[in-house]
């Protein structure tokens, strides 16, 4: 089938440099052209301009050219690219490819392919690479389905820059940074921005934020006062804690707004605030045997089963914690996931992961400690924050192993990898 695009031509679409919709219609036009004479059949798109990206992503829609994104260009991914790719987007390549195509009218619509693939590269939900396949038609209609939900619940407008601290090669940046302005005809930002660029590229404008828990963490509003607030914020990559999610309602009085979803499943639901999570519109879901989440949409490819454990009402649902995050000691179901939120809720604490130690069968608490608490007294910090545990925790569900870090050495998408959890375990005396 093929998608109509045909935002509003004389629109901006981006800034530093300018660029209109026409602007950016004719060089996806020429871009698509240029990869039809060279009769290419799959790129990899690395470029970091997210307006040259979201350009040579619908060009490759147009000319339905297959796109594979990498998360980064290291031996195992550019081994893959190397495989399944023709050459690689980058920014200096895109600067110039395709200018010699000479356009007789300006074009006023773009034609995409919806059967196009994108090949995402990624760790998926099981913290093992795999290849995600999504199609252009999937992306469309998640894009459709967002903009709706934000037009209903949050009345946004029409004027809105979308700045982004996530990199579009992942399906959350892909989805938020690229994919739903060009459905809703926003203006795209070009860079990644870490904490201080977003605070300063902030100023003045009706943006959007999208960002992970990671780097919300770490943003200090002391650092730039007078930024402006965002329209909304929106979060994806793993849970926003409630004294975040507060301080910034209370500093910007913007809504702050949960994704919830994978690679696989692409958006499930939202929240904002403490809001029970709320099913996207055209998402079905429900739940196996084991009370695991299940979710079928449009733009899932088929029925997914997740290993989320969740409670599902009439208003909503509860997550409750992964499958694997629930575990038995004895005789006893415990939620890893409640005692590490009991645990962030001492003010010690900027983070943590709880995990069960692989050889002695008890728990190992691997604990962020704020900069002036490195230097107390071990013993005194284990003790403080037992005792802390104890209010709400029986003593076996208290760890017994417990290991201190200014910061968790979280990846980009705000995950730990199990073989760093097992390394530090290997370290426990014995």
Known sequence: MIRIFSPPANKLMAGAPDWRWQDFMNRAQQIAIQLRIDNINAVALCAQDGVFFACALLACFQAKVRVLLPPNLLSENQAWVDEN??????DEVLQDYGLGQKLANFPTRLSLHEDSEIWLKTSGSSGRAKCIVKTAGQMWGEAEALGRMLEARFQLGTEVRVLGSVSPRHLYGLSF???????????????????????????????????????????????????SAPLALFSAGGLLRPELTSRFQQQFGCPVIDIYGSSETGVIAYRCGEEIWQALEDCRIGVDQRDALWVQSPWSDGLQQTEDIVQISASGFELLGRADRIIKLHDQRISLLRIEQNLL?????????????????????????????????????IA?????????????????????????PRNSQSKLSSEEFERLCREIPQ
């Open 85 to 90: 790719a023709d050459f690689i987007f980058t």
């Open 177 to 227: 940074r690229i994919m739903l302005p060009c459905s809703r005809g926003w203006q795209i930002g070009r860079k990644q921005l870490d904490a201080l660029e977003l605070l300063a590229a902030g100023k003045g404008d009706n943006c959007l934020w999208i960002c992970s828990p990671t780097l919300l963490q770490h943003l200090h509003f002391e650092q730039q006062a007078d930024c």
């Open 345 to 381: 809720a001492h003010p010690w604490v900027t983070d943590c992961y709880l995990g069960l130690h692989p050889q002695r069968a008890r728990l190992v608490a691997w604990v962020a400690l704020r900069a002036d608490i490195l230097s107390v007294a071990r013993k005194n910090i």
């Open 384 to 408: 403080e924050l037992k005792g802390h545990l104890r209010q709400y925790e029986e003593s076996f569900a208290v760890p017994r192993f417990w290991r201190f870090c200014a910061q968790l």
